[in-house]
């Protein structure tokens, strides 16, 4: 079982920044294929990124590339999700979620089993 609690979202202007927290507990924190999903009201869930915790390896959705990063702190057993150049579009529940495996389809929400409770991010423009 692995447990994931998001942190960190909040409202901002347009241009502003945000960097969201994912405290992982219960597993092994390594060899996890850890993402960032958004969920717009009234759309589908959608990957924003992920990283494969064994190597590093960080993949993004285009949208976000050049604006976000994920990262990982092992001693502290927390993914993070830097949000900058923010804009309104990006408004939306933030998700993490975890699957014991390599991150091989990474941005589409049924390959992963553990989510957390999400977290809201609200960009005005």
């Known amino acids: 079982q692995v447990y994931l609690v998001e942190s960190g979202g909040g409202s901002v202007q347009a241009g502003g920044s945000l960097r969201l927290s994912c405290e992982v507990s219960?597993?092994?924190?390594?060899?996890?294929?850890m993402g960032w999903f958004r969920q717009p009201p009234g759309k589908e869930r959608e990957g924003v990124a992920a990283?494969?915790?064994?190597?590093?390896?960080?993949y993004y959705a285009d949208s976000v590339k050049g604006r976000f990063t994920i990262s990982q702190d092992d001693a502290k057993r927390t993914l993070y999700l830097q949000m900058n150049s923010l804009k309104p579009e990006d408004t939306a529940m933030y998700y993490c979620?975890?699957?014991?495996?390599?991150?091989?389809?990474?941005?589409?929400?049924?390959?992963?089993?553990?989510w957390g409770q999400g977290t809201q991010v609200t960009v005005s423009s």
């Open positions: 979620a975890a699957i014991p495996q390599i991150c091989a389809r990474w941005y589409l929400p049924e390959e992963y089993n553990y």
């Open positions: 219960g597993y092994t924190y390594r060899s996890l294929c």
């Open positions: 990283i494969y915790t064994a190597a590093g390896s960080t």
